[in-house]
Structures are given as C-alpha cells and as structure tokens.
C-alpha cells in the first residue's frame, strides 16, 4: 500500500528526444505526486509536482502526466538535453501533515548527443 | 540545497566506532527526515522528526539513532551495530504537506 513503483530503472535517450519514467501506486490516500532530480554527488531537488485534481502539469520542458483511475503518473521530458543527464526519483504523500514522502527507486536518465 | 547544511561532506568510520553527522537548517522548518541511498536503491527513510524532542523511526532505522533538542538540528549517529554503514545520507527538512528541501549530502565510508 505504501509502495511506489518506478521504470525503467535506467534510460538512455538521444539529444533531442523524448524521456518518459513511469510510476504506479497503491495507495489511493495519496494527494501529492512530486518529481525529483538528482546528478551525481547532490541532493535531490524538486523538479514539478502535481495533485490528482488535474491530469497534466506542464514547466517548461517537463510534464507531469496524472491518471487517476490508473494509479499512475509519468514525467515527460522534451527536447532531451545533456544537461538533463540525472537520476529522477518519483514520489507520493499522504495528506497528514509532515508524514514523509514514498519515493520510487529512481531512474538514472543518460541523454547522448 | 540552500538553508541546509551537512556535514561533513565525506567521513570514514572505523570498526566498531559511532560516528555522527551533522544536519543543520535555518529554513524553520518543523520536521527533519534523515535518508540514506545506495545505487540502485533509492532513498529509504532512516528516521524522522516532526517537532523539538521526538522523533520516529523509518523503514531501516536499525544501528541508527537521531536527536532533536533543537529545531535547527537533527544529527544521525551511525552505531557500530550498522554491520553495512557505505552509503550517501541525506537529510532533508519539510514544512506543511508540500515541497521537501534535501542537503548536498554525507558520504559515509568503512576503513
């Protein structure tokens, strides 16, 4: 119930392309699903995030897809950079408080010219 | 990572020895959340705290114990009883239901 399931575990995508990570979940309790990026040695930081209210959250390059009735959510990233090279974590949290955020097992993302 | 400090940034342990380290914020944040990450892994909850003086356990708490006296900190002390300690620690800190702030993290290593 407390699980968060992500894919693909690691992803080479070409300059320009599109990269897709996907998440599943369980728990329908969830109401907040953010995205975090990491590169090597840092901490992660948010990347978008989005609540069940809405289907699609877009910033910029990145897009949140939501589908509720799925339990599902995937980040979409367009145009595909080098510098986008990182490893993405997904992840839900319940509405009480300060109880802390599930995190999927990460995608590491390699975007090559 | 602004407002969050850890250290230090890499910290070998002998065996056998308790080694402690460092988070300290001054975003005033209420609760605090120490992570640890191993490749392939991804982040798993050690311990959290939501206010000054207590704390709750995670998913792999085990050779681990924390502190709380004071809001700006939350150090993790690895105990000699954490047979594996190699990993990257992460802690972050949290207001409300949203947005999780993480530090540049410490990365711990066995001589």
């Known amino acids: 119930q407390q699980q968060v399931k992500q894919s693909p575990q690691s992803l080479i995508v070409q300059k320009g392309g599109i990269s897709i990570i996907n998440c599943a979940y369980e728990?329908?309790?969830?109401?907040?699903f953010p995205w975090y990026q990491q590169f090597p040695g840092k901490g992660p930081a948010l990347l978008i995030a989005?609540?069940?209210?809405?289907s699609e959250k877009k910033e910029g390059r990145f897009t949140i897809s939501f589908n509720k009735s799925a339990k599902q959510f995937s980040l979409h990233i367009m145009d595909s950079q080098p510098g986008d090279s990182a490893t993405y974590f997904c992840?839900?949290?319940?509405?009480?408080?300060?109880?802390?955020?599930?995190f999927g097992k990460g995608t590491r993302l390699s975007v090559i010219a | 990572d602004g407002g969050i400090t850890q250290s230090p940034k890499y910290l070998f342990r002998k065996e056998g020895q308790n080694v402690t380290l460092s988070c300290e914020q001054n975003?005033?944040?209420?609760?605090m959340y120490w992570y640890r990450q191993d490749p392939g892994q991804g982040l798993r909850l050690i311990y959290y705290?939501?206010?000054?003086?207590?704390?709750q356990k995670g998913d792999i708490a085990e050779g681990y114990s924390v502190s709380r006296e004071k809001k700006e900190s939350f150090p993790l002390t690895v105990t000699s009883a954490q047979k594996n300690p190699t990993a990257f620690y992460l802690c972050?800190?949290?207001?409300?239901?949203?947005?999780?702030?993480f530090g540049s993290g410490t990365q711990l290593s066995v001589l």
């Open positions: 972050a800190t949290r207001t409300g239901h949203e947005k999780l702030f």
């Open positions: 728990n329908t309790a969830f109401d907040y």
């Open positions: 989005i609540r069940p209210d809405v």
């Open positions: 992840a839900a949290s319940r509405p009480s408080g300060n109880t802390p955020l599930v």
């Open positions: 975003l005033n944040h209420d609760a």
């Open positions: 705290s939501q206010i000054v003086n207590d704390f």
